[in-house]
């Protein structure tokens, strides 16, 4: 089915907001994604709007039926489309593309406590321990047991391919797949329960980051003119209840 997207004012605020969400994040081709205080705190990528910041954009995002998955195909091998380039290319125009380490790494050593890399200036992340935000669990990593932490696109890229990505060229793609304000570092076997889920459809077990979660999604959203469900909309809605006084959610549509 089409995608439905409302109004033409409601178009145009959007992109206005868009384009504040998307200076605010810093990215320029090559850079860095440093550690702020929200950041460290409520593990957020850096970027990430703030409470207020979401509630204002969320009315905003366009609401459509979801197109079905027809074309999508991740698999970079001979014969398949590679809908969104080779895993965590390094070939990138969002902060950390072009730095020499490919987005795996760099995530590895934004998210884990005390990472350590396999030599000094290096980028092989060979240990470290996640303060995982979907479960509120400590998890040590190391090189050679690497698959205890996986990272997570929070707008998974199928999803994205049905509200709006199927229609971008293969560069935007691959920047939205390796883009770190989507990014991040959690347990794998939830990472796995989650799969291509949006958030009307799944949200972290751990109930307290339900708030954070929403706000990155709001913020890849807008970032990407990406369409949310009205499913999705009321999902958002509810979990930044979580972390915004009720007073100053905006009201439902309707």
Known sequence: MGLFVAGIARSKQLLMIAAVATAAAGCQPGGLFGVGPDTADLRVPEGTLDPPGAVQTLPALPVAVPAN?????????????????????????????HNGCDTRNDLLARDLQAAR???????????????????????????????VVQ???????????????????????QNFANDPRNLLVVDASVNQSKSDSTAD????????????FARIV??????YGLAVTAGEQAALRSALE???PPSTVAPSPG
């Open 117 to 147: 890399p396999r030599e000094p200036g290096g980028c092989v992340i060979v240990e470290g321990v996640l303060d995982d935000p979907y479960t509120g669990k400590s998890i040590p990593f190391a090189k050679e047991n690497a698959g």
């Open 151 to 173: 990272v997570d696109h929070v707008v998974a890229l199928a999803a994205a391919w049905r509200v709006g990505a199927a229609g971008w060229d293969p560069q935007k793609r």
């Open 218 to 223: 709001v913020t890849v959203k807008v970032a």
């Open 201 to 212: 459809e799944w949200m972290p077990p751990n109930a307290s980051y339900h708030c954070e």
């Open 69 to 97: 998955l027809a074309g999508y195909d991740r698999d970079c091998s001979p014969g398949h489309a590679c809908v969104f380039g080779q895993a965590w290319s390094d070939d990138v125009y969002v902060a950390g593309g």
């Open 242 to 244: 979580r972390c915004t």
